[in-house]
């Protein structure tokens, strides 16, 4: 019990605008800030689940994401001077309620999914 304390302490140290009582995430875990991160109650998040987010990150209630996930907001110039100078965008993620992503899912920058939806495994959703 202990430790499960501990997990949930540091979670929500990471992940200030999530209830780190109503969500389950295994490890590994990775965020490149955190709060811009929201996940509703009753979602899990599996292994080795990345959130790059330089945009918000909106996860519904009861969102069950499979391992090895990656959400990624952050869009890069294809001009390779735009890209050289350095210059980048992001745009949001909008998962609803009551979706099931599975594992080996690729979530690009700006995409909204829609409440009951069903991402098979080793999908890239752009």
């Known amino acids: 019990m202990q430790d499960l304390n501990r997990r949930r302490k540091i979670l929500q140290e990471i992940l200030p605008n999530v209830d780190a009582q ?37 996860l519904g209630k009861n969102v069950f994401v499979g391992p090895n996930c990656g959400f990624y907001t952050a869009i890069h110039p294809f001009d390779v001077v735009e890209r050289a100078a350095g210059l980048e965008t992001c745009k949001p993620i909008v998962i609803g309620d009551d979706v099931w992503i599975g594992g080996d899912v690729t979530i690009l920058p700006g995409v909204k999914i829609g409440s009951g939806c069903v991402i098979g495994a080793k999908s890239l959703v752009t």
């Open 22 to 58: 109503a969500v389950e995430i295994l490890s590994p875990f990775m965020v490149d800030y955190g709060y811009n991160i929201f996940i509703g109650a009753g979602s899990f998040l599996n292994h080795n689940v990345y959130l790059m987010d330089c945009a918000t990150i909106r």
